[in-house]
Structure formats: C-alpha cells, structure tokens
C-alpha cells in the first residue's frame, strides 16, 4: 500500500526566514495532497491542498510543490512568524479514490521571534 | 462553516471497560474517519466509513468497532479496554472521493 515518508521531523528557524518541509511516497497512482497544521490541544487543520495535474500551488506566504516524477511534494512556508509554530503533516491520497489518506510521521515547526 | 464535534476532550477509564467516543458532522459529508495519533507516528486510520451502516477496517483496527447508524455521527468502540489504547483519538470526515478532510480537536484516552 501508500507509504509516506516526512522530513524534517523537527525543524527551527528564525522570524521571517523560510521553512521548507518535505514529503514523499510510494504509489504512482496516488493523485491528491493535503497538508495540516496542528496547533497545541487542537485538530488538524488544513492549510493547502495540490492534485496531482498541477506542479506549484501558492496561498500568500504558503506554497506547495509536487514532483510526480520523483514522487515527492514539499511545503515551502516563506517570512515565517511565531504563529506558525505547529506541527505540520502531509498526506498522499489512496490510489483507490475512496477518500483514504496516508499521513507522514509530521514536523514540528518552531520560529524563534 | 464546517464543524466535527467530539463528544470528550478528556477521558479515563479502567482496563477491560467498554468505551464509546463519540464524533458528530454538521456538513451532511459521506466519509467519516477515526485516526489515532501517537508521538512520531503520525495520524494512523483505525476505521473508515463512507455510507450510513457502511464500514472498512483501516491500518490498525484490532481491539476497536465503530457504528454509524446516522450519516452524521460515527461512533468509535473499545470493546474490552487496554493499556496500550492510551492515546490522542481524532475523527474527521469529508465528501466522497479525495476531498479534505476536516477534523474534530481530538478526545485524549487514558486507560489505567
């Protein structure tokens, strides 16, 4: 089956640097790719998604980048702020459609102010 | 905007009791989820539930069942409580097909 593997699986920067965290997986066929930000005693919240007919997606200081080729997608967090200290986790699709998600192991991201 | 309640946001009990967590969506989704999340190992997928009365075991089902008897409530059971089910206990749900899925805040299992 889908197997995802995420790194860093911590990672520290300072205010207003950038964060880059990467993912990648098994399954060819798997075609959507979510990514969560987990704040302190809450639920995952999804932050930016990219299926697999698209390369680069961009939401303000937030971009994702999918290489099908290599079978890896990162997260690219850019003037990065102590409120987006989290843990991060991405996602692969099943290759079955059936709104299944393999999630990587997360990244706990700290921004020093 | 969309909501996913967990009935308990804290919750002990003994071993070998029969524990019920429960989780309600307002957003009429088809997919209902239960994960469990442990440090270092992610989210894994303990059940999953695309219809009313329609289930499918996930990665680590053993010593779990799940209900759904209405489409907006999925409930997760521990049918003979053990120690090593002491953990943070996440529900989500979305639309048919890979769409997001949209998580509760969690119900954190202690079993003594």
């Known amino acids: 089956g889908e197997n995802v593997e995420q790194h860093p699986s911590t990672l520290s920067v300072q205010e207003g640097d950038s964060a880059v965290i990467k993912c990648t997986y098994s399954?060819?066929?798997?075609?959507?790719f979510p990514w969560y930000k987990q704040e302190l005693g809450k639920g995952p919240q999804l932050i930016i998604d990219i299926r697999s007919n698209v390369g680069e997606k961009k939401d303000q200081r937030i971009a994702v980048t999918l290489n099908k080729t290599a079978k890896h997608f990162s997260l690219h967090i850019t003037e990065t702020q102590p409120e987006d200290s989290a843990v991060y986790f991405c996602?692969?699709?099943?290759?079955?459609?059936?709104?299944?998600?393999?999630f990587g192991q997360g990244t706990t991201l700290q921004v020093k102010p | 905007d969309v909501k996913v309640t967990q009935s308990s946001r804290y919750l002990v009990k003994r071993t070998g009791e029969k524990v019920f967590l429960e989780c309600v969506q307002d957003m009429d989704h088809e997919n209902m989820f239960w994960y469990r999340q442990d440090p270092g190992l992610g989210l894994r997928l303990i059940y999953f539930?695309?219809?009313?009365?329609?289930?499918e075991k996930g990665d680590i089902p053993e010593g779990y069942s799940v209900s759904r008897e209405k489409k907006e409530r999925f409930s997760l059971i521990l049918e003979s409580a053990s120690t090593n089910q002491t953990s943070m206990y996440l529900c989500?749900?979305?639309?048919?097909?890979?769409?997001?899925?949209?998580f509760g805040d969690g119900t954190r299992l202690s079993i003594l």
């Open positions: 989500a749900s979305s639309l048919v097909g890979n769409q997001p899925q949209h």
């Open positions: 539930s695309y219809d009313v009365k329609m289930k």
């Open positions: 399954d060819s066929a798997s075609n959507y």
């Open positions: 996602a692969a699709s099943e290759p079955s459609n059936t709104g299944k998600l393999i």
